[in-house]
């Protein structure tokens, strides 16, 4: 049974923005810790941002750093990551997952996760 869904990939142009969203529809993760994560063709899947439970605290990957932005909206009980000035290094499908914990830190990882949206960047 899935979760968490993700929204809001597609095709963009080097240097554009997307917005995409993770939608917790049945409130499961209300008080927990959510993390964008992604997977390019032949890669690991490698951590992008994260966001406590109440959008308190946020951490990024370096390669995310200035550019993307994590948020939550706990009224609508959804998390965003908002992705600017974009690369074709970004180009992956992006995955939201929820950890146990309400705070990220670097020595856990996520237990639940989504089903992923593609982001496709070209140059």
């Known amino acids: 049974q899935v979760r968490l869904e993700e929204s809001g990939g597609g095709l963009v142009q080097a240097g554009e923005s997307l917005r995409l969203s993770c939608a917790d529809s049945k409130r499961t993760f209300s008080n927990n810790a959510v993390g964008w994560f992604r997977q390019a063709p032949g890669k690991e899947r490698e951590f992008v941002a994260a966001?406590?439970?109440?959008?308190?605290?946020?951490s990024y990957a370096d390669s995310a750093k200035g550019r993307f932005t994590i948020s939550r909206d706990r009224d609508r009980n959804t998390v965003y990551l908002q992705m600017n000035s974009l690369k074709p290094e970004d180009t992956a499908v992006y995955y939201c997952?929820?950890?146990?914990?309400?705070?990220?830190?670097?020595?856990?990882?996520?237990?639940?996760w989504g089903q992923g949206t593609q982001v496709t960047v070209s140059s």
């Open positions: 966001i406590s439970w109440n959008g308190g605290s946020t």
């Open positions: 997952a929820a950890f146990r914990r309400p705070y990220y830190s670097r020595d856990i990882g996520p237990n639940y």
